[in-house]
């Protein structure tokens, strides 16, 4: 256990922001291929847990006595979780009138 | 007494606008669920007194000798209380027209005015947040907000439609947004203070750092979404088009405004360094909102979309005071969006209208209006001649205003084209006053020709022609006595102390390169 948790410290800062980099393509990469509203709006997900992995790292290896950083991934998982819920109910109500959540069958504004 | 020290401790007392607001917020939100829905008689003219008390309480606040509160997350400059009085104003505006627009449409609406009210919060704090979270949490709280208004007539699909592309648009512009923070709090070691961000940055000599451009870049991105600049307006024009018309009327000018002034503080606050980055990323942007915004404008069928596309170009306008960088160039800004405020809410109160007796907001069916409704007609010419600049009217000394100040900072080219797309824009907007007053009966539409009574005594309908008037009067006089709201956009900005060390700031990297050059030929 002991020995685990010093390789944890021994790692590289590098690390954790390569791999929220990665994240965040993926979420970007979803965003613009998904045809599902349902899916965009998990790709969005996958962009605020990006930089929550971000701020984690950040504060954990910069800032570790006031840890603004994981104050802040708190408050971007509450924020989150609402955006979530508005997402859906928006989503709902689309559904009701359109019986479909296909993102190119909404086209009804249009110039 | 605990209480009262820790309110001492933080300096609360510079939110008491915010804190009105709010609980006008809750008597609202009670009062709708005690008393039902009779409430509605009452509860605009309620949320309208409590906006204009947090104007006078924002009044008092004016010149606060100690504006830093919470710790230095909030700050309550006058650079601040001016953007916070336009946003509470707007929505006092908005409200009025939306009260007979809501009750047409068959929605409740204490709950359209409490989600109004909740985004207009939002927007006044962000006006004055200058910590990374509690920018984050305004930002959201006023687009949370204004995702729900737009959906608001949930059985329209058009709606729907709209709700759901500004959410999808708008959260994925936050997520970007928030990328560029973390990468800002991390480079900066571990600070979300934006003061304190700065001098961290600069300490650890990161200035040119690759990371430091990427967390620029991002963050432009998420401003420049909320601002609805081109390249990143492509929400604007469906969601104007989809969404109801009140609610159209408060993100053109409340939500806009906010996003003006996080602009304004974030790039002076936390990116001094990079100030030929950040300002040459706005030329960009200004160029392709000027260019866009009043070149798509002319081919618009939809008095909503034209509206839509002009304010991505009105946008472009005031971004040429951002770029100037200097206290003029601020001013401008303030300026700009005062007059634009009375302006733009006027086009919008007359755009209701027509489309309550109408049930239509394309442009060909407002031909020969001026025959059935002068009123109406007199008031949406004048907000659209200002609108486009025409002397003697608001828009014009604000147009002046903002290119002098561009002119003086040397962004020739940038007033330049700013000096072609205004008269690309006048033209659009004269098209539609042009149709208004045509003389022959048969050119009328038949929109105008089954044109309804003029009837003020529904529902309603006195708080929306208070509004028409009021908007009217504001729009014409604002020109002949701009003189007052010139002095305020002066003074809030010269009593600004966090862009005064801008400006020098400016001055030292204009002279910079200038000696680099020197020792170069030296050598």
Known sequence: MYDFEDKFRNMQLQYFLLLAAALFCIGIYGLITSRNAVRVLMSIELLLNAVNLNLMAFSSYLDPLEIKGQVFTVFVITVAAAEAAVGLAIILAIYRNRDTVDMEQFNLLKW | MDFANLVDQLNAGTILPEGIVLTTLMVIVVGDLIVGRSASRWIPYTAIAGLLAAVVALYLQWNNPNPISFLGAFNSDDLSIVFRGI???????????????????????????????????????????????????????????SYLMTGYTKRDPRSNEAALKYLLIGASSTGVFLYGVSLLYGLSGGETQLSAIASAIADANLSQSLGLVISLVFVIAGVAFKISAAPFHQWTPDVYEGSPTPVVAFLSVGSKAAGFALAIRLMNSAFPLLIDEWQFVFTALAVLSMVLGNVVALAQTSMKRMLAYSSIGQAGFVMIGLIAGTEAGYASMIFYLLVYLFMNLGAFTCLILFTLRTGTDQISEYSGLYQKDPLLTLCL??????LGGIPPLAGFFGKIYLFWAGWQAGQYGLVLLGLVTTVVSIYYYIRVVRMMVVKEPQEMSDAVKNYPEVQWNLPGMRP????????????????????????????SIARTTTLQPIVISSHFSATVPAENSALQTQQ
């Open chain 2, 87 to 145: 946003i509470a104003l707007s929505t006092a505006v908005t409200i009025l027209m939306s009260i007979r627009y809501i009750e047409q449409s068959g929605t409740a609406l204490a709950e359209f005015i409490g989600i109004m009210l909740t985004a207009t919060l939002g927007g006044m704090f962000l006006s004055g947040a200058s910590e990374l979270v509690t920018i984050f949490i305004s930002l959201e709280t006023l687009s949370i907000s």
């Open chain 2, 381 to 386: 010419s004048i907000c659209l001649l200002s």
């Open chain 2, 464 to 491: 929306l022609q208070v509004g028409l008037v009021l908007t009217l009067v504001a729009t014409s006089l604002a020109g002949i006595l701009s003189n007052p709201l010139f002095t305020l956009a002066n003074s």
